[in-house]
């Protein structure tokens, strides 16, 4: 039996495409929970949201979070709620200005 795809959603491709935008930090965990070495490095190097920070825990797994103003989150939940946060709101439209509203008479 033929294996069906599974569906990319168009919300989590976009939330995707703007933690592109965002600066990167790769760092290993060593013995600590990868959360918790993600925070001791955002404190340790004075990292100002928002930033992306991708923890290796093993050879094989790396864990992604989002250093946001509100705290830490994981990078997919940000990807598929990036309308939530309002320093991604910016990158979303990079070069838009927002409009004025003028009245004629």
């Not at 509100?70 to 940000?78: E, I, M, S, T």
Request: aromatic letters at 8%.
């Amino acid at each position: 039996m033929a294996r069906r795809r599974k569906r990319k959603s168009r919300r989590r491709q976009e939330g995707r495409r703007i933690l592109e935008h965002v600066p990167q930090y790769s760092i290993e965990s060593g013995q600590e929970k990868p959360v918790t070495a993600a925070r001791k490095f955002i404190q340790a190097e004075g990292i100002l949201p928002p930033a992306l920070l991708l923890v290796k825990r093993n050879e094989h797994t790396t864990d992604r979070y989002f250093w946001a103003e509100k705290g830490l989150f994981g990078a997919q939940y940000v990807e598929e709620n990036h309308f939530l946060f309002p320093s991604l709101r910016e990158l979303e439209h990079p070069g838009e200005k927002p409009q004025l509203a003028t009245a004629s008479v």
